[in-house]
């Protein structure tokens, strides 16, 4: 059974610091991971999607990297801003249909 | 915005009582999938549709149960509601039904049980 893990539950930086949140599962085989951002009482905002083959995506100040055997993915935020304050959760599509989530973690980007 | 929109927003029912959210797909998508999100906890996939038939299901009963209509959009029926229905209920479509296809989430619909 896929399980997902995201570590820290909770993080608070000061504003402009780069920092690393993480996201891990059980099973390697996986069709894409994707990064999403949620504000509070709101849906979700898809960030970054990696599919299996990839190693890495960027958007801006975001990138995900994706490491499929040990079963990790990283998010890095560069240059922190007080609006990246949000959830960030983790998917990852183990099966056609499905995305199987971690429980997030609640980012405070203090100014 | 991703052209997913869900209604209604919030909603406050009864225990026992029946309830049906809404979901409207992005131009162009004919796959919708069901997701339900616990205060603090990542979402949990109910169920997806494809061209109007149940394309998959999690660990859900049989009292949630769900349609799509010809023009894709989609409703989330659940009967004899409990206390643990409680959460935001999230649609997302997408352009088709493989793990390659990205999905667009909708803002959500807050239901409460009391």
Known sequence: KQEVTQIPAALSVPEGENLVLNCSFTDSAIYNLQWFRQDPGKGLTSLLLIQSSQREQTSGRLNASLDKSSGRSTLYIAASQPGDSATYLCAVSHSNYQLIWGAGTKLIIKP | ?114
Not at chain 2, 14 to 29: D, Y
């Open chain 2, 1 to 114: 915005e991703t052209g997913v929109t869900q209604s209604p927003t919030h909603l406050i029912k009864t225990r026992g009582q029946q309830v049906t959210l809404r979901c409207s797909s992005q131009s162009g998508h004919n796959t919708v999938s069901w997701y339900q999100q616990a205060l603090g906890q990542g979402p949990q996939f109910i169920f997806q549709y494809y061209r109007e038939e149940e394309n998959g299901r999690g660990n859900f009963p049989p009292r949630f149960s769900g349609l799509q209509f010809p023009n894709y959009s989609s409703e989330l029926n659940v009967n004899a509601l409990e206390l643990d229905d409680s959460a935001l209920y999230l649609c997302a479509s997408s352009v088709g039904t493989g793990e390659v296809y990205e999905q667009y989430f909708g803002p959500g619909t807050r239901l409460t049980v009391t």
